[in-house]
């Protein structure tokens, strides 16, 4: 439920940049049109972060460049990770230096690919899914980490289906949170005709979905393995946002 008062999120935002600004936000009617999932791991907060700085600039005559209202952006969010990908749209890599500044790279999926987000009918407070991390990381699994990292961006670019599933392997967060969203470690070993793999999002309890275009009956697998242990589901076949916020 999206709140109506002072405390939306979106407005929050408007009046941190404002203030920060030394200026006071007329008065302004927002109609709010949410297609995002809330408290399911896939970016609702950064999604009104980004919005509430958008507005701010518009409406203060701030006229900042996508580089200073993704900055902003993260500043609030405090980190650049989905914030980027709702300034730039598509496929975002990001990261924020020593001063602040966060630098991002924006590229466009193969057109072989496609990714789903399959959610399910409960919640994951992103606090419980943080606290069932560990504090620290062996070298092994943060080397393992960053060569599947790498591995993923360029399989999506190219198109490579032969990365997957390896692209997709994960010992940081997956197999901590794997109690907390039923069916995961299934889920993550699923392998069938058209799917490169899934992964949970963010801290879940959504499934992002990666598959070649054509097979995605691939979804239906996910579905049935919450189904089995009591959880209901929908599928989203979502499309990549090819150019991020717009204002029209």
Known sequence: ????????????????????????????????????????????????????????????????????????????????????????????????????????????LHPRFAIAVVVPGFLLPTVEARRVLPAMYSKQDAIFNIQRSCLLITALATGNADAFPTALEDRMHQPYRAALVPGLEQIIKLRTKGLLGCALSGAGPSILVFYERGYENVCQSVQHIFAAHGKDSEVFLTELALHGYELV
């Not at 996508?66 to 405090?78: S, Y």
């Open 1 to 108: 439920m999206i709140s109506t008062g002072a405390d939306n999120l979106i407005w929050q935002t408007a009046m941190d940049i404002a203030a920060h600004a030394g200026k006071e936000l007329p008065p302004a009617e927002l109609e709010i049109e949410n297609h995002i999932p809330l408290g399911k791991g896939l970016g609702s907060s950064a999604a009104a972060l980004t919005a509430g700085v958008v507005i701010a600039d518009k409406l203060l005559g701030l006229r900042w460049p996508k580089k200073r209202v993704l900055d902003e952006a993260a500043r609030i969010e405090g980190h650049p990770d989905n914030v980027a990908a709702c300034v730039h749209g598509s496929i975002v890599a990001s990261a924020t230096d020593e001063l602040g500044i966060t630098h991002a790279v924006r590229m466009d």
